[in-house]
């Protein structure tokens, strides 16, 4: 008989990675706030339930959250018809999404004390497209006996687990970091891109030598995704992510002064158009 896996949050990310444990053997119970996503879920696979104490009930020993923030984590698990309303014990919650280190330190500490559950932090990087394909990074955080206990769920997911200790907010941190490169090279790439233009230099040609060359990165690689991100899409999280790891730096006097060019110049250097206020 096949585990069964909660799944809370079947977004851009969060659906083609239910998929994915699906079509591994897992049973997945799956929620959504939005219910326009329930046709296309039950028709993958997945069974999609109507309340969140339904999938605290049904899971067998986790939940994935891949909700948006902070709040909504606090939500899904302590609101008035959350997790909770369950009374589930010995489950782990699986934080997917991406906090700040200490928002998820904080609500580690909330559900350590105020339930019966446990909860570890298990942030990702590789977009949709690795969603999709199933090679997410992952990376992880909280006590080392739940992560290894779960990595069936991690290896379905994705193509690499790190582990970066018994702090639940190291994993977060670790997802800046990479976030925070990936800025400043994605900067990088887009002014180099700008000059070999003035040059009429053939783009392709350019990205062919870089790839071969000293120059060569994974945003060099997947420019041609890249070049599409918007405010709206990938560009817009990635924003977020550099203002977050900035914000960072300061609480612990770390100056970051490429981090902090990247996030003012990004728009700019890719040539979009910023995000509304």
Do not use: C
């Not at 193509?159 to 977060?172: A, D, L, M, Q, V």
Request: no cysteine; charged share 25%; proline share 3%.
């Amino acid at each position: 008989m096949s585990k069964k896996i909660g799944f809370v949050g079947l977004g851009a990310i969060g659906f083609p990675m239910a998929v994915n444990l699906k079509k591994a053997g897992f049973e997945v119970i799956g929620y959504d706030a939005f219910k326009g996503v329930y046709e296309k879920a039950n028709g993958a696979g997945i069974k999609m339930v109507e309340t969140l104490k339904e999938v605290a009930e049904q899971a067998d020993e986790a939940i994935i959250s891949m909700v948006r923030d902070y709040e909504q984590n606090v939500d899904i698990i302590f609101g008035e018809d959350g997790l909770l309303s369950a009374q589930p014990k010995d489950k782990t919650i699986i934080v997917m999404s991406t906090l700040a280190p200490d928002k998820m330190n904080d609500l580690s500490k909330k559900v350590d004390e105020e339930s019966e559950l446990k909860i570890i932090s298990a942030s990702v990087s590789g977009g949709i497209s690795g969603a999709q394909a199933g090679t997410l990074s992952i990376m992880t955080s909280g006590s080392k006996t739940i992560v290894d206990n779960l990595k069936g769920y991690f290896d379905v997911i994705g193509s690499h687990t790190f582990y970066y200790g018994n702090k639940p907010g190291n994993s977060e941190a670790a997802k800046l970091i990479n976030n925070m490169i990936l800025g400043i090279n994605i900067n990088a790439v887009a002014e180099g891109l700008k000059l070999a233009n003035k040059y009429d230099l053939p783009e392709e040609e350019i990205l062919n030598l870089l790839q071969v060359s000293t120059g060569d990165s994974w945003v060099v690689r997947n420019w041609n995704d890249i070049s599409e991100w918007t405010a709206d899409t990938e560009l817009g999280v990635l924003i977020t992510d550099l203002k977050a790891s900035y914000n960072e730096g300061l609480k612990h006097n770390v100056t970051l002064p490429f981090n902090d060019l990247s996030s003012k110049q990004l728009f700019d250097s890719m040539g979009k158009e910023k995000p509304k206020a």
